[in-house]
C-alpha cells in the first residue's frame, strides 16, 4: 500500500534551517505529484510548495518563496523540503502528500487534491 512517513522536524532558531524529509513506499515518486502542506493549531491546512514531475513548474505558496526550496529524489524515492531563514510563523506541523493526477487542486497546491498523507512532523521555531 502506498505509505509516506514525513522526518527531519524539530526545533530551530529563528533564521535558522532545517531539511524535511518524506520517504514514500508502495509507488513511483515519479509517477506522482508530490506536495508539502503545513498546518498550525486552530488554522487549516495549507499547501506549501508542490511539484508535479518537473521541478520547474513547482508551485510555492508566496510566504516562502526564495527560503523553501522543494526537490525529489527518484531513486532513493524521496522528496525534500529545505527551509532556510526560518521564522516562527513557519511553525506548524509538516505534511507531506502525493497525488496519482495533474489536476488543477494538484497544479494549486489545494489538499482536495491529494488523497495520500504522511502522519506529519512538527517544526518550531522559537529562540
Known amino acids: 500500500q502506498l505509505q509516506l512517513v514525513e522526518s527531519g522536524g524539530g526545533l530551530v532558531q529563528p533564521g535558522g534551517s532545517l531539511r524535511l524529509s518524506c520517504a514514500a513506499s508502495g509507488f513511483s515518486l515519479r509517477d506522482y505529484v508530490m506536495g508539502w502542506f503545513r498546518q498550525a493549531p486552530g488554522k487549516e491546512r495549507e499547501g506549501v510548495s508542490c511539484?508535479?514531475?518537473?521541478?520547474?513548474?513547482?508551485y510555492y505558496a508566496d510566504y516562502v518563496k526564495g527560503r523553501f526550496t522543494i526537490s525529489r529524489d527518484n531513486d532513493k524515492n524521496t522528496v525534500y523540503l529545505q527551509m532556510n531563514t526560518l521564522e516562527p510563523e513557519d511553525t506548524a506541523v509538516y505534511y507531506c502528500?502525493?497525488?496519482?493526477?495533474?489536476?488543477?487542486?494538484?497544479?494549486?497546491?489545494?489538499?482536495?487534491?491529494?488523497?495520500?498523507w504522511g502522519q506529519g512532523t512538527q517544526v518550531t521555531v522559537s529562540s
Open positions: 502528500a502525493a497525488a496519482p493526477l495533474i489536476t488543477i487542486a494538484t497544479m494549486a497546491c489545494a489538499r482536495e487534491g491529494f488523497r495520500s
Open positions: 511539484t508535479p514531475e518537473s521541478d520547474g513548474r513547482s
